[in-house]
């Protein structure tokens, strides 16, 4: 087996750094400090001081929560969940038909007389 020298000595811990750096998700971690950042929860953090969390996804916007250092959820301001969600009233379905330029097409369907049984009174 061969030994290193120094100059390869003082190369291993910087190459090291860098394939660590590599294969941390910068979704969980400060791109500058490698602490996680601001937005990112473990779920017993998350638990423990849950009302922090809704307090921080209402003025900070959406904060992630993670499981065995994976992200799991995130929780998000109710005004922002709607408004990502859509309003889901028909009118745009509505809006569709009414513009289609096939609007002299019935589309009611045609319905067959139904036998009626006796019924004893």
Not at 11 to 33: E, G, Q, Y
Not at 69 to 85: C, F, H, I, S, T
Request: charged letters at 25%; a positive charge; glycine letters at 4%.
């Amino acid at each position: 087996m061969r030994r290193q020298t120094a100059s390869e000595d003082a190369r291993l811990p910087a190459a090291r750094d860098i394939l660590v750096s590599m294969t941390r998700s910068t979704s969980a971690t400060s791109a500058n400090s490698g602490q996680p950042a601001a937005s990112s929860w473990r779920l017993q953090d998350a638990k423990a001081r849950f009302s922090e969390l809704v307090r921080m996804a209402h003025r900070d916007g959406p904060q992630h929560v993670t499981v065995h250092g994976r992200e799991a959820v995130v929780v998000v301001d109710a005004a922002e969940y709607n408004r990502l969600r859509g309003v889901q009233t028909g009118e745009l379905l509505i809006e569709a038909l009414q513009s289609s330029p096939h609007k002299q097409i019935s589309i009611e369907p045609s319905r067959s007389p139904m036998p009626v049984r006796a019924v004893k009174l």
